[in-house]
C-alpha cells in the first residue's frame, strides 16, 4: 500500500524560506514523476512542482526560481524549498505519489504572514 507523508509547514513571514518533504512507502520516487501541489481555502489545488524520475524538475511561473526540488533516493523523500515566500504561498502543502497510485498524502500547512 502505498503511503505519502508530507512535513515542514509551518509559519513564516513573507521573505522567509520553508522546506517541506514528501516521504512515500510502497512506492518510489525513482521510477516515475511525482508532484507537489498547493490548495488554498476554497479553491482547487494548484501543482506548483514537479519531479521527474530521473530528476528533472518543472515549475510553474508562479514559483520559477524561488522553489526548489532535491531527492534523497535513499530515505525515498522529496523536498521542497521554498524561499523568498510571498502571502500567496500560502495554502496547505499536498504531495502526490507516483504512478500508478497517485495517492495523495495528508498535507501540511504553509502560512505566510505579511
Known amino acids: 500500500q502505498v503511503q505519502i507523508v508530507e512535513s515542514g509547514g509551518g509559519l513564516v513571514q513573507a521573505g522567509g524560506s520553508l522546506t517541506l518533504s514528501c516521504t512515500a512507502s510502497?512506492?518510489?520516487?525513482?521510477?516515475?514523476?511525482m508532484d507537489w501541489f498547493r490548495q488554498a481555502p476554497g479553491n482547487q489545488r494548484e501543482l506548483v512542482a514537479t519531479m521527474a524520475a530521473d530528476g528533472r524538475t518543472i515549475f510553474p511561473d508562479s514559483v520559477k526560481g524561488r522553489f526548489t526540488l532535491s531527492r534523497d533516493n535513499v530515505q525515498n523523500t522529496v523536498y521542497l524549498q521554498m524561499n523568498r515566500l510571498k502571502p500567496n504561498n500560502t495554502g496547505t502543502y499536498y504531495c502526490r505519489a507516483p504512478l500508478p497510485s497517485r495517492n495523495w498524502g495528508q498535507g501540511t500547512q504553509v502560512t505566510v504572514s505579511s
Open positions: 510502497g512506492t518510489n520516487f525513482t521510477r516515475n514523476a
